[in-house]
């Protein structure tokens, strides 16, 4: 059914009814001792948005045929997919009042949720990350007019058009170097500061907090970026709401000095989190003397500077951070060159040494794709204590150490199809394990 015409733009939308995060939240008992499937959690957010808009008819999520295989399988405990022909025994979650708009074309889906969001609707675009640039020109032009609209006194505020990318670069086990692309943030980076964000939660419990807060925006491109996979969870929920209202925060857990580090490990994205934290446990356990501060970036725009993009950090939040002069060793989810330019008026951004995807791909494990693209913890580990200019015995057994692994590493995936168990079994412990 329509909604109520949105009257030329002269009305503010009905807001939309959203459930309480908390009820979706996994709860840790520590770092990063209980996974979960990000956007599985968020599923049911998404569930019970449909079940409290029932009436007022005013929510869809829009997809290009992987409603299931992007594990948000549980909004079809409230819906189905939308399907007006006759149906057959074997269709699964098919009917005519179905809000769950699902073909397999990436352009007919993200302009149905254009037309939706100006005719003062709600609703979400997910989307294989790799395909989401398929459609980089026709958001490009709805972020035009979202700017142009909002230069004009009589246009009333439209939904945001919010875009959940996962099935992501980094894990892609079975489908391979065509599903592997992060390009879709080079795309939005460019566009103009007072309608594009863009969010990285590093769990599921900040996939619930980004989520919310741009199901609740209005006239911006909401991009946020999660894996599908079982992750570890790092943050409670109440850290994680904290986390992503500030963009970026020093997880002073993970650090061994918050004052004066001899290295920042910085880290934006799923994947590059958890590599992050394996390389500060890592430093921690064979080099302990190596001062390291740990950053996380869940919102990239917080990156430049304020002049730039509304929610850049200003230069104090910035520094106590990532420092003035420290060396930063940062894992990000796309390709290098995007932080580099977001940073570019930060003080020296010569010392940031990026590591992200660099083309390299296949159909491989997990692990195997951090390390073809120089992003694994041992490459990330490594380059720690070169900026650093750590010498003396103990960095040099330790990346003797680290370079073994690598080897090993690379005999044992071809031998055993699978990573080695220290990779894959590899938990945060806030005591290393003795040597």
């Keep these: 059914g329509m909604a109520a015409p949105a009257n030329g733009g002269r009305e503010d939308a009905p807001p939309l009814k959203l459930p309480k995060t908390a009820?979706?939240?996994?709860?840790?008992?520590?770092?990063?001792?209980?996974?979960?499937?990000?956007?599985?959690?968020?599923?049911?957010?998404?569930?019970?948005?449909?079940?409290?808009?029932?009436?007022?008819?005013?929510?869809?999520?829009?997809?290009?045929?992987?409603?299931?295989?992007?594990?948000?399988?549980?909004?079809?405990?409230?819906?189905?997919?939308?399907?007006?022909?006759?149906?057959?025994?074997?269709?699964?979650?098919?009917?005519?009042?179905?809000?769950?708009?699902?073909?397999?074309?990436?352009?007919?889906?993200?302009?149905?949720?254009?037309?939706?969001?100006?005719?003062?609707?709600?609703?979400?675009?997910?989307?294989?990350?790799?395909?989401?640039?398929?459609?980089?020109?026709?958001?490009?032009?709805?972020?035009?007019?979202?700017?142009?609209?909002?230069?004009?006194?009589?246009?009333?505020?439209?939904?945001?058009?919010?875009?959940?990318?996962?099935?992501?670069?980094?894990?892609?086990?079975?489908?391979?170097?065509?599903?592997?692309?992060?390009?879709?943030?080079?795309?939005?980076?460019?566009?103009?500061?007072?309608?594009?964000?863009?969010?990285?939660?590093?769990?599921?419990?900040?996939?619930?907090?980004?989520?919310?807060?741009?199901?609740?925006?209005?006239?911006?491109?909401?991009?946020?970026?999660?894996?599908k996979n079982h992750a570890p969870v790092w943050l409670s929920m109440d850290e994680a709401n904290e986390h992503s209202a500030r963009g970026a925060s020093t997880w002073e857990w993970a650090s061994t000095d918050l004052r004066t580090p001899d290295v920042v490990l910085a880290a934006a994205g799923d994947v590059p989190t958890l590599e992050t934290l394996a390389a500060a446990w890592l430093l921690r356990a064979y080099v302990p003397a190596l001062r390291v501060r740990v950053v996380n970036v869940i919102d990239l725009f917080s990156l430049p500077k304020r002049d730039e993009h509304p929610h850049g950090l200003d230069d104090a939040a910035f520094e106590a951070m990532f420092g003035s002069h420290e060396p930063v060793v940062f894992a990000f989810h796309g390709y290098p060159r995007v932080i580099h330019e977001l940073i570019h008026r930060r003080p020296d951004p010569q010392r940031f040494h990026v590591h992200g995807y660099l083309e390299e791909g296949t159909t491989t494990t997990p692990f195997d794709m951090v390390v073809r693209n120089r992003m694994s913890r041992y490459h990330l580990a490594l380059d720690a204590l070169a900026r650093a200019g750590s010498t003396g015995r103990e960095a040099a057994s330790a990346a003797a150490l680290f370079d073994e692994q690598l080897a090993a590493h690379a005999t044992y995936i071809v031998e055993h199809g699978a990573d080695m168990p220290n990779v894959a079994q590899w938990r945060w412990t806030d005591v290393p394990a003795s040597r």
């Design 23 to 227: 009820a979706y939240a996994i709860d840790i008992a520590a770092r990063g001792s209980v996974s979960a499937e990000a956007t599985g959690v968020f599923g049911g957010y998404l569930r019970d948005t449909f079940r409290l808009n029932r009436e007022a008819r005013n929510f869809r999520l829009m997809c290009p045929d992987e409603t299931m295989s992007n594990r948000l399988q549980d909004v079809f405990q409230a819906t189905d997919r939308a399907f007006m022909w006759p149906l057959v025994e074997t269709d699964e979650f098919l009917s005519r009042d179905g809000r769950v708009l699902e073909i397999l074309s990436e352009t007919t889906c993200e302009g149905w949720l254009e037309g939706y969001t100006l005719s003062g609707r709600y609703g979400m675009f997910a989307c294989y990350e790799a395909f989401a640039t398929i459609v980089d020109s026709m958001v490009a032009q709805h972020i035009k007019w979202l700017k142009a609209a909002g230069e004009i006194a009589w246009r009333r505020a439209v939904p945001s058009l919010n875009i959940l990318l996962t099935s992501h670069a980094w894990r892609q086990d079975h489908n391979g170097f065509t599903h592997q692309g992060p390009g879709f943030i080079d795309t939005l980076v460019t566009k103009k500061a007072s309608v594009v964000r863009a969010y990285l939660p590093p769990d599921a419990n900040c996939l619930l907090a980004a989520a919310d807060h741009c199901m609740r925006s209005r006239n911006y491109v909401n991009l946020i970026i999660a894996a």
